[in-house]
């Protein structure tokens, strides 16, 4: 019998929705196709926006959505995107596939986009490749309302009224892709570039620093030592790459019980990660002003064969399921440092949440772990803690549940509770301190390991209602199959 110990009097903090974000660049066929089909394609859309696509991230109350890049911000320049589109320039997306971009989807279309999603915007800046002037111009153009040259653009462009722009990003991954830049050097640019991004009106933007990849501790401690005090947050990238190396990532689907156990316990890295980066920042930062965003996370794998290699399509099983399922739990349980935290990406792009193909569309294992996540956004982080084992290989331990625990604004508590063992169940025996538990309901998701939806099959992975559960004297008890999601609602 496994213990579970909630404690509902020990309310920490709130879980941001934010921590539900999802990321989205051009990129394959993430924007095109995937959301954007242009108002004159035959799939049913709204503004050129897929209804089937905008009305599943609706479902899963998609807070956030971060756009151009990733690796394309810092070639992006958003006068390329803007003004009639038959006059817009065609180009080459030289660090995707080398397909052409039209610049169809622009800056009009992405706040668009956001006013479908009912989503927060997050617009990354370039710093790779782009001027100072050309980011303050960006930010003007989007959150000015008075007289100036970039508000008579946009009203000239069709859109009289400013946009609201809460987070701006400054730069991306500027250790790599972003101009493989020294952090000495990028901390000196950051301090330069945000100057210029101003806050017009009451429109306040927060400011978001390039921050790490992974184990890379040194970025963190140069960052926060000379830029501190002019961020809101600093990102952290971290993907899970089950292979060697980046040549040999694994497949999506066929995988072994070993590599199982070695991507479960990769994912995994994302505590200590978060835990020691945060570490950093505070002796920095004692007051915990500047939160950590884990911008891009998510599994990499080896394309889907016969797919462009640079257009990272890849499919998505109940390995996924259980890595978002880890994921998340970790944000929850770090809510009062991890900010936001946005998957990547969003459509037919890694761990994407959603697969398109033409007029089909499924929703992958991923997207179902965020709607039966979705509770826990804007609730409060209760205190909790499972006893563990550790189980997995001689090479990859790791525990073999990850839990969280909120309760939101009408006193219900929401469990979230993963199961990493590939063939083992469990019995829980929760005890839950300041609460008394009348009803629970409960949903689960499983199968095995690598099952996956496709456009055959698409409700192969699916929530099923789960009843294995029983309040008790002091809380409940449950049964958790193997490589399962379980969430639960007590009353
Ligand atoms: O998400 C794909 C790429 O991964 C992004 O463009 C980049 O930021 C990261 O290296």
Redesign the pocket.
């Known amino acids: 019998m496994t213990k579970f110990t909630i404690n509902a009097c020990n309310k920490k903090c709130e879980i941001k929705p934010e921590l539900y974000g999802h990321?989205s660049?051009h990129?394959g066929r993430c924007i095109y196709e995937g959301i954007y089909v242009g108002e004159d394609s035959s799939i049913e859309n709204t503004n050129g926006m897929r209804n089937d696509v905008t009305e599943a991230l609706r479902n899963i109350r998609i807070p956030v959505l971060r756009w151009p890049?990733?690796?394309?911000?810092d070639e992006y320049h958003w006068r390329d995107g803007i003004g009639p589109k038959e006059t817009r320039k065609k180009m080459i997306n030289t660090?995707?596939g080398g397909v052409i971009e039209d610049n169809s989807f622009g800056t009009h279309e992405f706040m668009e986009l956001c006013n479908q999603l009912g989503c927060q915007p997050y617009i990354n800046g370039n710093v790779g490749s782009g001027t100072v002037e050309e980011m303050q111009n960006w930010v003007e153009y989007i959150t000015f309302s008075g007289v100036s040259p970039m508000a008579e653009m946009r009203e000239r462009n069709g859109r009289q009224e400013p946009w609201k722009l809460k987070y701006f990003g400054i730069g991306?991954?500027n250790w790599?892709?972003?101009g493989n830049m020294r952090p000495e050097y990028y901390a000196d640019e950051y301090r330069r570039y945000q100057t210029y991004v101003r806050n017009y009106g009451d429109n306040k933007i927060f400011r978001i620093a390039c921050g790490p990849?992974g184990d890379d501790y040194n970025w963190t401690e140069v960052l926060m030592k000379s830029a501190a005090r002019f961020m809101d947050a600093l990102t952290l990238?971290y993907?899970t790459v089950p292979g060697p190396n980046w040549e040999t990532k694994g497949s999506a689907t066929d995988f072994t019980l070993d590599e199982w156990y070695t991507t479960l316990n990769k994912t995994m890295k994302m505590e200590e990660f978060i835990t020691k980066h945060v570490a950093i920042m505070r002796r920095y930062d004692p007051e915990n002003k500047v939160g950590l965003i884990v911008?891009?996370w998510g599994t990499?794998y080896d394309v889907e064969p016969g797919t462009n290699p640079g257009f990272?399509y890849q499919q998505n099983t109940m390995r996924d399921a259980l890595v978002a399922a880890i994921n998340l739990n970790i944000f929850n349980k770090h809510s009062d440092s991890v900010v936001m935290a946005n998957i990547?990406?969003t459509v037919n792009?890694?761990q994407a949440v959603i697969l398109t193909e033409g007029e089909k569309m499924l929703l992958t294992p991923t997207y179902h772990v965020f709607e039966m996540y979705k509770e826990h956004q804007g609730a409060i982080l209760l205190d909790s803690f499972i006893d563990t084992k550790t189980i997995g290989t001689k090479e990859a331990e790791l525990p073999n549940l990850v839990e969280s625990v909120s309760m939101d604004e009408d006193g219900k508590i929401h469990v979230t509770i993963c199961n990493l063992s590939a063939d083992e169940g469990y019995t829980i025996d929760a005890e839950i301190a300041g609460f008394k538990a009348k009803d629970i309901t409960g949903r689960i998701l499983t199968g095995a390991l690598s099952d996956h939806n496709t456009f055959e099959d698409p409700s192969r992975v699916m929530p099923k209602a789960f009843d294995k559960h029983s309040v008790t004297q002091k809380g409940f008890t449950m049964e958790i199959p193997a490589a399962s999601v379980v969430s639960l609602t007590l009353k």
């Open positions: 990321f660049e990129l890049g990733g690796c394309f911000a660090h995707w991306n991954e790599g892709c972003g990849s990238h993907y911008d891009e990499w990272l990547a990406q792009v890694l």
